[in-house]
Structures are given as C-alpha cells and as structure tokens.
C-alpha cells in the first residue's frame, strides 16, 4: 500500500513510500537535502517498519528538534 505524509519542521516537504505487509519500499523525500534524502531512502529499502522507527527516531538535525529520518520515524509509526 503506498502513503504519503506531509513532514513538519524539516526540509523536505513530503514522504512518499511503500509498504509491503511490514516492508518499506520505495521511499521518497520530496525537497530537503538531495544527497542525504536519497541515502536514507535506499538505507530503508527492504527493512521492516519496526526496524526503522527504532533506527530512526529522535534524529534530530542540527538545532531543530527532529529530521528527515526522524519525519520517516514518525510517518511509519502513524500507519501502525
């Protein structure tokens, strides 16, 4: 099933991505820092959704209080 979530207080505007039954596929940062974006969405490819939460969550970026990994985080645990 493929979502999109709207991330708040980063770069990128959007996250698009795929799951297969707990697998994320194709993830996909739209706006935000190119080369980091696309180097956590292949990171993901493949692991299971539990895995990246906890790998992800509470990455913060520089003085802000999350990231993109973090918005990631927070966007799979909203499907839970």
Request: aromatic share 6%; hydrophobic share 30%.
């Amino acid at each position: 099933m493929k979502y999109t979530y709207r991330t708040k207080g980063v770069c990128s505007m959007q996250i698009e991505f795929e799951l297969e039954g707990e697998i994320v596929k194709n993830v996909n940062f739209i706006g935000g820092c190119s080369g980091n974006t696309q180097g956590v969405a292949r990171l993901a490819e493949g692991r299971s959704k539990d895995e990246l939460i906890t790998l992800l969550s509470g990455i913060r970026c520089g003085f802000k209080n999350t990231s993109c990994p973090d918005q990631l985080a927070k966007a799979l645990s909203e499907v839970k």
